[in-house]
């Protein structure tokens, strides 16, 4: 079956540090993925998303490579914010229908 | 501004009271969705709309009623709710492109408290 899951939170990081959200997947065929954000009291908005193995999604500074071979997507920025502060989602596609699964979501504090 | 236009924002109601929630999408897609975000809960899908076809969630209570009666609008009448039922609603579009990479645009949702 098609599955998503990311790592639990939640995650706090001082501001400016690195940050990493791993995301693998379980699909047939040829996925799309994605990654969302949701701000407190908002609906979830696109972040980044990569099409095809070894595509690499970037947005607002953060970024995740799709590796077929590993089946992950993970999530990184190289200097957080205290405004990056949200959930953020990992998500799949499938590319036979219209199927989105969603991982648990990863709620991430920033402190200045 | 996604282009998916949800209200209300907010509704309070009673057990015994009827509501819908609307959805508006403004981006030419033909799929349309109902999720619910509940606390520390996965997203659960509830029904989707897709060039006429719909397709559930069997596990969605029948006291949820999707309408559908076009491609931009999407409806989600309620009746005689449980306080569990208490949630986030999100609705989303999408493209149902043949190569199936097109993303979900979710609209801002509505958070619905039952009594």
């Known amino acids: 079956g098609n599955s998503v899951t990311q790592m639990e939170g939640p995650v706090t990081l001082s501001e400016e540090a690195f940050l990493t959200i791993n995301c693998t997947y379980t699909?047939?065929?040829?996925?799309?993925l994605f990654w969302y954000v949701q701000y407190p009291g908002e609906g979830l908005q696109l972040l980044l998303k990569?099409?095809?193995?070894?595509d690499k999604g970037s947005n607002k500074g953060f970024e995740a490579t799709y590796r077929k071979e590993t089946t992950s997507f993970h999530l990184e920025k190289g200097s957080v914010q205290v405004s990056d502060s949200a959930v953020y989602f990992c998500?799949?596609?499938?590319?036979?229908?219209?199927?989105?699964?969603f991982g648990t979501g990863t709620s991430l504090t920033v402190i200045p | 501004e996604t282009g998916v236009t949800q209200t209300p924002r907010h509704l309070v109601m009673g057990m015994t009271n009827k509501k819908s929630l609307k959805c508006e999408q403004h981006?030419?897609?033909?799929?349309m969705y109902w999720y619910k975000q509940s606390a520390k809960k996965p997203l659960e899908l509830m029904f989707v709309?897709?060039?006429?076809?719909?397709?559930e969630n069997n596990s969605v209570p029948s006291r949820f009623s999707p309408e559908c009666p076009n491609s931009s609008h999407l409806f989600l009448h309620l009746h005689t709710l449980q306080p569990e039922d208490s949630a986030l609603y999100l609705c989303?579009?999408?493209?149902?492109?043949?190569?199936?990479?097109?993303?979900?645009?979710f609209g801002e949702g509505s958070r619905l408290t039952v009594l």
């Open positions: 699909a047939t065929g040829y996925p799309s």
């Open positions: 709309y897709s060039l006429e076809e719909r397709v």
């Open positions: 981006l030419g897609h033909n799929a």
């Open positions: 990569a099409t095809k193995a070894d």
């Open positions: 998500a799949l596609r499938t590319n036979t229908g219209n199927q989105f699964y």
């Open positions: 989303a579009s999408s493209l149902k492109a043949r190569d199936g990479t097109g993303e979900l645009f």
